[in-house]
């Protein structure tokens, strides 16, 4: 077993799931419409791997590769070994493997269940992912939020969130100046979010077909 090995077993596992490889193969994203789902097979030196999970969306003015959000921890955990990673000389690598697709493939469902506006805004008010520690009252100016509460009707807390983020963030301030009108505001959002998914198509050399909606208001 060598990196190689695990990128091409990975790629077998996913593919059937919607799942097209980028950079090598060490990354593979599935098209949610608004997010993608991203599965990063990250090598340690030569002698091992970890296995990362999130959503990167896509309203954003970032075209790399970055996890926005990630229901816990971000990483599928090889039970029993050092760091979490698989260590190919390791015996039990096999079994170690099959677990953390196992875990994998319930995450991605999870991630697939973003796609309901309710589940999204539940996920997103109760998120509990790195993003958030890392920023702190990060809720206090999370677009992803704001967004949710304007599809929910809840305008004002929805140009709260928005006013304070717009300070750091293009694609807040965007936002905030539409939202009197749930219609214009819709259509501002799949603008940005369809020139997210352009630039990431030309930069991973993949196709993103432009989506016509997020959510019905």
């Given at each position: 077993?060598?990196?190689?090995?695990?990128?091409?077993?990975?790629?077998?596992?996913?593919?059937?799931?919607?799942?097209?490889?980028?950079?090598?193969?060490?990354?593979?994203?599935?098209?949610?419409?608004?997010?993608?789902?991203?599965?990063?097979?990250?090598?340690?030196?030569?002698?091992?791997f970890?296995?990362?999970?999130?959503?990167?969306?896509?309203?954003?003015?970032?075209?790399?590769?970055?996890?926005?959000?990630?229901?816990?921890?971000?990483?599928?955990?090889?039970?029993?070994?050092?760091?979490?990673?698989?260590?190919?000389?390791?015996?039990?690598?096999?079994?170690?493997?099959?677990?953390?697709?196992k875990?994998?493939?319930?995450?991605?469902?999870?991630?697939?269940?973003?796609?309901?506006?309710?589940?999204?805004?539940?996920?997103?008010?109760?998120?509990?992912?790195?993003?958030?520690?890392?920023?702190?009252?990060?809720?206090?100016?999370?677009?992803?939020?704001?967004?949710a509460?304007?599809?929910?009707?809840q305008?004002?807390?929805?140009?709260?969130?928005?006013?304070?983020?717009?300070?750091?963030?293009?694609?807040?301030?965007?936002?905030?100046?539409?939202?009197?009108?749930?219609?214009?505001?819709?259509?501002?959002?799949?603008?940005?979010?369809?020139?997210?998914?352009?630039?990431?198509?030309?930069?991973?050399?993949?196709?993103?077909?432009?989506?016509?909606?997020?959510?019905?208001?």
């Open positions: 077993m060598d990196f190689k090995s695990v990128k091409e077993f990975m790629c077998s596992e996913l593919k059937p799931m919607g799942f097209m490889p980028i950079s090598s193969k060490r990354i593979l994203i599935k098209d949610g419409g608004f997010y993608l789902i991203v599965v990063e097979i990250q090598p340690v030196r030569k002698e091992a970890l296995l990362n999970e999130g959503v990167k969306f896509l309203w954003t003015s970032d075209y790399g590769i970055v996890y926005d959000y990630a229901d816990g921890r971000g990483r599928i955990i090889a039970k029993g070994s050092p760091l979490g990673a698989v260590f190919y000389d390791d015996p039990s690598a096999n079994m170690r493997i099959e677990q953390m697709i875990e994998l493939k319930e995450q991605i469902v999870k991630y697939q269940e973003l796609k309901n506006l309710d589940t999204f805004h539940f996920k997103i008010e109760n998120r509990d992912d790195f993003t958030k520690h890392a920023n702190p009252n990060f809720e206090q100016w999370d677009e992803s939020l704001a967004i509460k304007m599809f929910l009707g305008v004002p807390q929805a140009k709260k969130i928005l006013h304070t983020a717009s300070d750091r963030n293009l694609i807040a301030r965007k936002l905030l100046e539409h939202c009197d009108n749930i219609e214009s505001f819709h259509n501002e959002l799949v603008g940005i979010i369809n020139n997210c998914r352009e630039q990431m198509s030309l930069k991973f050399k993949t196709t993103l077909d432009p989506i016509s909606a997020v959510w019905t208001f």
